[in-house]
């Protein structure tokens, strides 16, 4: 079954008497080799255990079967539990299991825990624009050990998750996800490699997890906060924006850690790596546990 033919896709849509839904981001992919590259990315070895979030019609679904080890496909869909029934019908034997549920409801840790104990896990998928970032950070936030994670997604967003601290699409999502570990853009997909066709184009991305975090904060909340706050406030100095976030410190306190820390006291938080935001944060933590202990002194 030749799932990048659009007139079989048609078909299949209209068989099922479905459309595409768009509350569901549902642009599927037409381009065999596009959907060889992102399975091939998605893992170095054959052990590997592959969740895909929105196998859609299955297309990157019946590749990764041909690939790893195991399948796990959450579909949010029901209208296409059927569909895929159908078309992952030649699949290996007991490789893909679908299941119909929201990813961000899904229990990653129980549906995952057999996995994680037989081998390698990764996350694949051509992923709903309408949610990338929750579903991203919520697969980052899970601490759960994925090797990497490989996901098409806006080509916009892709360069804002690639950058480095100083470049202009570096935000606050780049310096978190820096923290989980290191994305790279794999290659660009123009709109025209989907039916329906998206208004933008896309870009593969992989980010490789780190097993050991090379920061490692005294309080990773207060990390999270530190990067929100630096960012939250954009056109303002980070001192002034750390001070708008941080209203139990005094904004001299704050500038005298960013100028101990190196910086230049007018620097704007999207200069900061996340090295540098965790430096910071253990700062504020540093300050907040000094002055709680002279606060208890008097
Ligand atoms: N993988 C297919 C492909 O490449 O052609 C479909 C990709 S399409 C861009 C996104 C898929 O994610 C759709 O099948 C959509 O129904 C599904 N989806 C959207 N939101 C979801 C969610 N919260 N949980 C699970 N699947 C979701």
Redesign the pocket.
């Known amino acids: 079954m030749n799932l990048c033919d659009i007139r079989t896709v048609r078909d299949i849509m209209s068989l099922y008497n479905l459309t595409p ?1 768009k509350e ?6 037409t381009n065999p080799a596009v ?1 060889e590259d992102i399975a091939a990315a998605c893992s170095d070895t054959k052990q590997a255990t592959v969740l ?6 299955g ?3 019946r590749e990764l079967a041909c690939r790893y080890r195991r399948v796990l496909a ?4 029901r209208g ?1 539990i059927p569909v895929l029934k159908y078309t992952l019908s030649d699949c290996p034997e007991g490789v893909v299991t679908v299941l119909n ?4 409801k899904t229990d990653l840790a129980a549906l995952l825990a057999p996995s994680f104990a037989e081998g390698p896990v990764s996350v694949c ?7 990338t970032t929750p ?1 991203l950070m919520r697969l980052l936030e899970s601490g759960l050990p994925f090797d990497s994670i490989t996901v ?1 997604i806006q080509a916009e967003v892709a360069d804002r998750l690639c950058a480095g601290a100083g470049d202009k699409a570096y935000g606050a999502i780049t310096a978190v996800l820096n923290y989980y570990g290191q994305a790279e853009k794999l290659f660009r997909v123009s709109a025209g490699n ?1 039916i329906p066709a998206p208004k933008v184009d896309s870009a593969v991305v992989r980010i490789r997890l780190y097993r050991e975090k090379p920061v490692q904060p005294r309080d990773e909340k207060l990390l999270f906060d530190t990067v929100r706050f630096a960012f939250e406030q954009r056109r303002k100095t980070l001192v002034n924006a750390l001070s708008a976030g941080f209203s139990d410190i005094p904004k001299q306190a704050i500038q005298s850690m960013i100028q101990d820390a190196g910086h230049r006291p007018d620097i704007r938080g999207e200069r900061l790596d996340i090295a540098a935001f965790a430096d910071l944060a253990d700062r504020i933590a540093a300050y907040r546990a000094d002055a709680c202990a002279k606060g208890s002194d008097t």
């Open positions: 839904r569901f981001g549902q642009n599927f992919l959907v895909e979030i929105g196998p859609g019609m297309v990157l679904t959450v579909e949010i869909d296409l549920q929201d990813i961000m998928a051509n992923l709903p624009y309408y949610i579903i098409m989907f």
